[in-house]
C-alpha cells in the first residue's frame, strides 16, 4: 500500500526554523520526484518545492526561495524540506506528494501527482 507520512511541523516563533519529513513507505522513492505543496485557510494548494527522482534538480516558489531547502535521502525512503527564516504568511498545512514522473517540470500540475500524504500543520506566530 501506497503511503506518505509527514512529520515535523508545529508552532514556531517567526524567524525560526523546522524541518517536516515525508516518510515513503509501499514504493521506492527514488523511483519518483517528490513535491511540497502547502495550503493555509481560505486559500488553494500551491506548490511550494519540487526534487528529482535522483535528487539531481530542485524547484522552488519565490515565495520560499533562499529559505527552504528540499532534499531526499532514498536510502532512508524519506524526503524533507528545512525551512528556515519562517513568516507568519508560511503558516499553512504542509503535504508532500509522490509525482508520476522522475522530474519535476508541471509538478504541480494534477494530473503529475499519484498520491499524497495527510498533511502537518506549520504555524508561524509570536
Known amino acids: 500500500q501506497v503511503q506518505l507520512v509527514e512529520s515535523g511541523g508545529g508552532l514556531v516563533q517567526p524567524g525560526g526554523s523546522l524541518r517536516l519529513a515525508c516518510a515513503a513507505s509501499g514504493f521506492r522513492l527514488d523511483y519518483y520526484a517528490i513535491g511540497w505543496f502547502r495550503q493555509a485557510p481560505g486559500k488553494e494548494r500551491e506548490g511550494v518545492s519540487c526534487?528529482?527522482?535522483?535528487?539531481?534538480?530542485?524547484v522552488y516558489a519565490d515565495s520560499v526561495k533562499g529559505r527552504f531547502t528540499i532534499s531526499r535521502d532514498n536510502g532512508k525512503n524519506t524526503a524533507y524540506l528545512q525551512m528556515n527564516n519562517l513568516k507568519p504568511e508560511d503558516t499553512a498545512v504542509y503535504y508532500c506528494a509522490r509525482a508520476t514522473v522522475t522530474y519535476c517540470t508541471g509538478y504541480t500540475l494534477p494530473r503529475r501527482i499519484g498520491s499524497w500524504g495527510q498533511g502537518t500543520q506549520v504555524t508561524v506566530s509570536s
Open positions: 526534487i528529482s527522482s535522483s535528487g539531481g534538480s530542485t
